[in-house]
Each structure stands twice: as structure tokens, then as C-alpha cells.
């Protein structure tokens, strides 16, 4: 079954969104309508709670069902997006069911036989699927969407250093709504915001990311990913990445400050760089020196593109060559929903 | 007069602050009363707008008078916040009147024969002045305060790779009050909030530096600043840096991801940084990887000390060492008054 569900591709798939409520959930269904996705039927799934509401898809009204074992019947594509834990209870479901799984969960993105897949650098990989496609970590696919037409096209990244600025969306639309409510609570003057989730204020702070630290290396889980996940993208064991993952108070689009380390020295490596991202799909550039107009969250919202700018050569190395830049990218866009439905339209007759 | 005035030291030093009503003014107030410093006189000056105004010091209410070529008769040290221009104007008239100026801004940070001083670091440069000495970037003091105890007492750090986190109080009381302004606005549901100062929606946003940028290099001067000042603070012309700088939404401290590497590979890396780090004047370690708490913007604010976090091995190079970690540290104070009081400390007998 599975190599035949490898090969399958569909007209008209039967769409199931399991976490339809979510942020991301929300954005799917944009993302579909937005990109003329020939949707054959959608059906909507969340948990018991949510059960019973309805959502509007291209004008009709659909009732939300529970996520059960049973939802799968007669679905081609599931886009799962409910959390690690239902992805790993329900997604074998589906599986078993027939539809083809892409999950943007944390549940199985290094499993062996799970492609993990961003579809401007590796699309082929969703082919050897056996059943279930990974999406990977919001900031990884910023990351790689930037780093891979340099790594391919200028010279190969011997290291890549990064540190990012992360807005509250990553921790879903309630982070997102406790961080606008500290707003709101700072100007009315409460002593103390309202900080249920993230146990600190947020407003006019950052934070070190919230994923759970590794005790022995000090690595937390964000970090990791972003490490380990590029050298299965990029298919690429020895890709070398050190990151620092910070949470900042914004609501939606991710930052990264990236620097590319190359074992040569490139000549005109700004221009060249410059040549590769103009030509990259899925790149913007947005670098005005003169105008001091560079990337930054808002002007990625809401947007699919990933922004670059600040491009430049780094002047501190002693041997060989390093690039810097400055990217922005929508997290529950790029980050996850668009590149989830970009993996679906592979699998699209065309 | 350089070398006299150079060897000069006081019981209790005539003050005065030249812009005494900005950001770093008024922290300067708190700071000399906070340290007990032996205030002998205290003048206060300020731009003729603001003159005739008053200010509490120790109980007592001083009048600001507007700072002219005339302000600095009986004064042994001036201490300059009133930016680069005024610092220019000014700074020759008090050192020709026999005070020594310690200077907050740019204007000669990088001028041959004025020290550029942060006091954990090269206190002893300090009394090379000819009349004037200089007090660094505010990026550039966090960062050195750190890094100087890692490069002298660990290994010597053979590439410096930083992104900062900068605070709305780098561009002045008035920033900040313009942030806080978005808020408001915001809240408020304002379709366009107030941007009078940096021009663009700060609040639920951050942008590249609003410094410079050099239309050659890419380099804004925020960052150069790091670049060159932090070799002559380290008297070093061959340290390097290559840094990013970005303005988040955080009130008055900045923070910054750090990543230090070394040609030689440093057994018990991490455990060596955690001494050196312990050790160090200024710097306190925040570093709970179990609870997830490193240093944040709110909790180095209204303090001196630089805290450190994130104290890790970076597991990205492929030869010799790298250690990774993450700072905070008061723009206003660390950053500024509290680094000029210190400054002006090495001047008292003791």
C-alpha cells in the first residue's frame, strides 16, 4: 500500500483538517481558497470541545467534527496541525484509512521513512513517503528557504550561526491572545498582566525560547530541531548550525539573523548571493541601505514570502569567506500552513 | 595641563551634568546617590529650553542652567549626555576650564589620545586622557563586560558572531515614550499608531538598527561602533566581531545572543566559561536550564550587573571551540551613567 500511495496524485483531493480551530488550523483553510486549491470535499476536525461549531470555506458553512480513529474514511489528504500527541494517536488512523498525511507536528518529522519536506528545497523526498510528511518547525523552513540557494548556488555553508527573534504565534492563538491581553493590561495600569501561559510578562520583554532545555548540553528543543532537521532537509548529515532561539513580543512573523560561513573565499560573495536569492523561490529581497528598509515582522505577515535583506559580507573571519543577512517570514504561513498545502499540491495532477 | 590634569585625583569632585533632563541624565542623578558618590557640587545643564527648570538631588532642588561655553568654571568633572553634537561644542570649552570631561557619546570614542574606557576591562587606560575620556556604545559595554573574561581567562576568542536585542532607550526618553505611546494607540484601536520618532509601528514589530548604514559595506554604525570600539577597549586591533543589530520593542535593556569561537579546542569548555564568568566583575549568571529561566530584558533592568545565560558549547564547528551564550543588561545604566560614574570613580582618592 505504500508505494502505491507514494505514487497516487489527485484531481479533486478529499481534504480533512484535523486542528481546525487553531491558528494554523485558520490559515489552512485561507491558504486553500487563496491558492485555488481543487478541494474535491473538506472536512473539519478538533477535539470534542470544538465539536458541533461551524467555519465558512469558499462561501459554505461546515460543521466541525470530533478527531476520532474514524475520521479518515474517504479522505485523500490529511493535514494534521492538533498538537504532537493527537498527530501521533490519530495520523496512524489515517494512514490505515488510505489518505496520505502531512503533519505539522513534532510527532514524526525525524522518524526514518518520514520525509520531511520544505518544497522549495526538497520536493522530491515527499515521494518516498509511506504514508505521512512531515512539516518541519516553523523556524527551520525560514532558515532553509533562505540558506539553500546559497548553500546550492554561491558555495556550500561550513557553518551556519543563527539567532532568531520569535513572535508569540509559535505557541499558538492563545499566546498570541495572552500577549495582546498584557497590552491591554499594561495600559490600564494592572500592577501584574495576565501571563497564564508563558509565566512572565511578555510585553516589553524577550525570553529565551520556552521549549524545554536539554540539562546536559543546554540546548532546548527549538534549537534542536532547527539543527537536526536541516541536515534531513538538506540531506546533509554534516550540516553544521549553532542557534540561539528567542521569543520576542510579536504577534505573528518570525526574524533570524543568519551568517554563513564558507571554507572559501568567495569572490564578489555579495553579489553572488544577492543573484542566488533574486533567483530563489520563495525569497523576497528587501534591503534598502539608503532608505534603512530591511526585513521585519510586519511586512512579512501575512505573506508567503520569506524577506531577506541586510545582506552582507561579514568582515570577521581570518580564512575563507561569511555571509550575513536578515530574514522575516510569516510563522503560520510559510512557517506552517502554506508550506503544508505547497506539500498537497505536489501530489495535484497537473 | 594633559598630564597634570591626567594624574589628578579628587576628595570630592565639583559635578557637572551636561544634559542632565535626558534618559541618561537623570539616571546619572540616581547613580551618583545610589553609589554614594562624593558629590562636592552638583551643575546641572541642559539645552536653554529646558532651562530654569528643576531637579531633586539628595533633598536638595537644583536649577538646570543652560549649558554654554561658560558652564564649566569650577567644575573638576563634566560629565557629558547631551549627544554627539553638543558634546563636540562643548567638551573642548569644560576641559580648557580644567575639568575632566567624561564623555557618553560618540564624538570621540574614536579620537587617538581619548581613552575608551569600561572599567571591568581597562581601567588603567583611563588615565591616559589629555582632559577628555570617552564612554562606549552601549552595545559594545554589555558585550565587553562579558566577553573580556571568557578572552582573557579561558581562550583567546578568534571570532566574536553577535545579534542584539536593542531597547527603545539607545534613541532617548523620547523613543520610549513613543512606544509606549503605540500601545495606548493600539489598544485603542487606532488604525495608525504614533511613529513621529522611528517612523514605523514598533509595538508588535522590531526593524534593523535605525543608525546609518554604509552604502559599501552594509555595516550599520551601530554595529561598527561594536566592530572598532570593542579592539580598542580590548587593545587589540585584530579582535573580531561581526555583529547584527535590531530594535525589538523592550523598554530599557538590551540583550544579545552571543557566540565566541577559539582556534583551540578548550577541554571543559562550558565548565571553564561558568568560572571565568563567576569571577567577573559585573556579571552575574541567570542560567536555570531546569526552569527554563535565563537573563531577560525585565530582569536586568534598574541593575548594573550584565547577566549571562544560555552558557553552552556550541556543537557547530569543525575545528578548534565555540561557547555560545545569551546577555542582558540596562541600556541606560550599565550601558551608559552607570559605566561614566564608575569612570569618574577611578578619579576619587581613596
Redesign the interface.
Known sequence: MAVAAAAKKFRAPRIAIAGATGAVGHDLLRILTERGFPVGSLKLLASARSAGKTLDFRGETLTIEELTEDSFKDVDIALFSAGGAQSKRFAPAAVDAGALVIDNSSAFRMTDGVPLVVPEVNPDAAFEHKGIIANPNCSTILMNVAVWPIHTKVSPV????V?T?QAASGAGAAAMAELEQQ??D??DGKEKVTQDIFG??Y??????H?A????E????EEETKM?VETKKIFNDPDF???V?C?R????RAH?E?V?LAFDEDVPDL?AKARAAFADAPGVRIVDD??A?A?????LASNQDDILV??????????SGS?L?F?LAGDQVRKGAATNAVQIAELFLER
Open positions: 561550513s557553518r551556519c550561526v539567532s527573534y497590552a491591554r499594561w495600559v512572565r510578562q510585553i516589553w520583554n524577550l525570553f529565551s520556552n524545554p532545555v536539554d540539562l548540553t543546554g540546548y532546548n539543527v553544521r548550525t549553532a540561539t528567542v520576542v513580543p510579536v504577534l526574524c539573523a551568517n555579495e541601505r539608503e534603512n530591511f526585513p521585519e515582522p510586519l535583506g541586510r545582506i552582507r559580507k561579514d568582515p570577521s573571519v581570518r561569511a550575513e536578515f
